[in-house]
């Protein structure tokens, strides 16, 4: 991982409100180049998003519905 990766991920690790509080202290064109380093990064890997959201990835990207039948016979 780059240096620019791990700022990054070092951001968008902070609570929401410390995350606004940085982005509030830097230029409009620092704000708009991780803006763009961000976008770069979800452009790079479209599947990132659902790493944390299995269901979202079966019912957004396959079009199926999630349901457990676990238990019944």
């Excluded at 606004?20 to 990132?48: F, H, K, N, S």
Aim: hydrophobic share 40%; proline share 5%.
């Amino acid at each position: 991982m780059g240096p620019v990766a791990a700022v990054l991920d070092q951001l968008l690790a902070l609570d929401p409100g410390r995350r606004r509080a940085v982005l509030g202290a830097l230029t409009p064109a620092e704000r708009a180049w991780i803006a763009q380093r961000i976008t770069e990064r979800e452009a790079a890997d479209r599947y990132a998003r659902y790493r944390t959201d299995p269901a979202g990835f079966v019912t957004e990207l396959l079009g199926e519905t999630v349901w457990s039948n676990s238990g019944k016979s």
